[in-house]
């Protein structure tokens, strides 16, 4: 590292201590107790499949402001996350964490493939899932993995779980939410050439669809025969 690089680096250090120190405590101290939610498993999942494939690269599409592709990074691996922003968020917003690249997955202009992807309930938030579906796989190397999770039904398919009548949450969301069914899935598989090496299933509610009843803390692992809310899913790229 040049001389010249090391100051600015250790300028950055100092005014962003300045700068974050006091916004990150007063978030520590607004942190709700127990409003746990599905992140710890989605990203325990994603783990035991990075540590099982132990990539060199890999793409996270949609981690928002989150720490995760950073998290990421931190175990070795070399991470490129995108967002597209507009849609979820509904305009801008700085990853605090790591850089995020502004692209589309449903159109991506990147063209690097990775051995390695990562979709942390985001596909459920994108109109055009199997556009989605298509621009990670486009992404992927031949033979390469992807982990998504999001809302699952075995056997039903929600268009917007916001928008029924008694979804606990998302009334006023200005995304949607899709609770998708085997037969996305399928169709995934079949449009896009993957295989599933490895599914999970939780259950995250008390009640039949997600966000309904109260939410469990933490949620418990399930099957696809007994009641469920969420799937986390290892697939391969076939070639």
Same mark, same amino acid.
């Given at each position: 590292?040049?001389?010249?690089?090391?100051?600015?680096?250790?300028?950055? &250090?100092? +005014?962003?201590?300045?700068?974050?120190?006091?916004?990150?405590?007063?978030?520590?101290?607004?942190? =709700?107790?127990?409003?746990?939610?599905?992140?710890?498993?989605?990203?325990?999942?994603?783990?035991? $499949?990075?540590?099982?494939?132990?990539?060199?690269?890999?793409?996270? +599409? %949609? =981690?928002?402001?989150?720490?995760?592709?950073?998290?990421?990074?931190?175990? %070795?691996?070399?991470?490129?996350?995108?967002?597209?922003?507009?849609?979820?968020?509904?305009?801008?917003?700085?990853?605090?964490?790591?850089?995020?690249?502004?692209?589309?997955?449903?159109? =991506?202009?990147?063209?690097?493939?990775?051995?390695?992807?990562?979709?942390?309930?985001?596909?459920?938030?994108?109109?055009?899932?199997?556009?989605?579906?298509?621009?990670?796989?486009?992404?992927?190397?031949?033979?390469?993995?992807?982990?998504?999770?999001?809302?699952? &039904?075995?056997? $039903?398919?929600?268009?917007?779980?916001?928008?029924?009548?008694?979804?606990?949450?998302?009334? &006023?969301?200005?995304?949607? $939410?899709?609770?998708?069914?085997?037969?996305?899935?399928?169709?995934?598989?079949?449009? $896009?050439? %993957?295989?599933?090496?490895?599914?999970?299933?939780?259950?995250?509610?008390?009640?039949?669809?997600?966000?309904?009843?109260?939410?469990?803390? =933490?949620?418990?692992?399930?099957?696809?025969?007994?009641?469920?809310?969420?799937?986390?899913?290892?697939?391969?790229? &076939?070639?």
């Amino acid at each position: 590292m040049s001389k010249l690089r090391k100051a600015v680096s250790k300028l950055y &250090n100092l +005014v962003g201590k300045w700068y974050l120190t006091p916004k990150l405590r007063s978030e520590w101290n607004a942190q =709700p107790v127990g409003k746990i939610n599905e992140r710890p498993v989605e990203y325990a999942f994603a783990m035991k $499949c990075l540590s099982r494939v132990c990539p060199q690269e890999v793409l996270d +599409v %949609g =981690p928002g402001t989150s720490p995760w592709p950073q998290l990421m990074a931190k175990c %070795g691996f070399k991470v490129t996350a995108i967002d597209e922003i507009q849609g979820y968020w509904a305009g801008e917003f700085f990853n605090r964490h790591h850089y995020v690249i502004h692209d589309d997955i449903t159109d =991506p202009k990147l063209s690097h493939e990775f051995d390695f992807a990562t979709c942390i309930s985001v596909i459920e938030h994108i109109p055009d899932h199997l556009a989605a579906m298509k621009g990670l796989f486009k992404l992927l190397k031949p033979g390469g993995y992807l982990v998504v999770s999001f809302p699952y &039904n075995e056997s $039903c398919f929600v268009d917007n779980v916001y928008a029924l009548e008694g979804a606990g949450y998302g009334k &006023n969301a200005k995304y949607i $939410c899709r609770v998708y069914s085997r037969s996305e899935i399928d169709l995934w598989l079949k449009e $896009c050439g %993957g295989t599933i090496v490895e599914q999970e299933y939780y259950e995250a509610f008390t009640g039949d669809l997600w966000t309904f009843g109260q939410r469990l803390y =933490p949620p418990r692992e399930a099957s696809k025969d007994s009641k469920h809310h969420l799937t986390c899913l290892l697939i391969r790229k &076939n070639g």
